[in-house]
């Protein structure tokens, strides 16, 4: 059994003119939260910037979207060194279950693993908590992060798109996804919210005949 589960969210290199290919993205940042894995609190955090070589002029359109600044990539580390890190993160911590909200992140660490050819520490394990969640769901929906905050009445804290922010909140969604928390509250939730909905519908239909 696993002792800890790793959330990772990742920020990459990202244009939305073409000007950077699927397959020459390179990640800028790497979040992580690492949770228990009895009580699922947040026990520690990695989080670094990583300077891309392939592209390394950020576009406008992924300044916008991460709100990642040139200056922040410039002055860091490159892939390589941010991975031993990472590497020694999980050793510290007896090599937690690896976790992300899909598949991209495990994806797009070993597309940058094989280009800068370094092993990847976080090895072929690996949960998608996006397609559990809409299982608990049963569904076959998906959800972005923001939409499956909301479905569960959560907030969404921090800047989204950015890595260690985008963890800590897919980390706070890690009892809904393994069953530990009911998703009952999720259905109750978007209930209440339609009522709410036809209510001001209502509102908004008695004010325009009292206009009228």
Not at 86 to 111: I, N, V
Request: aromatic share 6%.
């Amino acid at each position: 059994m696993d002792k800890h589960y790793l959330v990772i969210d990742l920020e990459a290199t990202c244009d939305n003119g073409g000007r950077v290919p699927r397959d020459e993205m390179e990640i800028i940042e790497i979040g992580g939260v690492l949770v228990d894995h009895e009580t699922l609190e947040p026990i520690d955090e990695f989080a670094s910037f990583v300077r891309p070589v392939r592209h390394r002029r950020l576009t406008e359109f992924c300044v916008e979207l991460t709100s990642i600044t040139q200056a922040e990539v410039d002055a860091a580390p490159r892939f390589p060194e941010v991975l031993r890190e990472l590497g020694a993160f999980l050793e510290r911590h007896g090599y937690p279950l690896f976790c992300s909200w899909g598949a991209y992140d495990q994806k797009q660490l070993r597309q940058d693993a094989r280009y800068h050819r370094v092993p990847n520490p976080l090895g072929p394990r690996h949960l998608n908590l996006k397609q559990l969640f809409s299982e608990r769901l049963n569904t076959r929906k998906r959800f972005g992060m923001a939409g499956a905050l909301r479905k569960v009445g959560l907030e969404l804290r921090g800047t989204h798109h950015r890595g260690i922010d985008d963890a800590r909140n897919i980390a706070r969604l890690l009892p809904f996804c393994l069953g530990r928390q009911s998703l009952d509250r999720a259905t109750q939730h978007e209930g209440a919210q339609r009522r709410r909905g036809r209510h001001r519908g209502r509102g908004r239909a008695r004010r325009a005949d009292e206009r009228a």
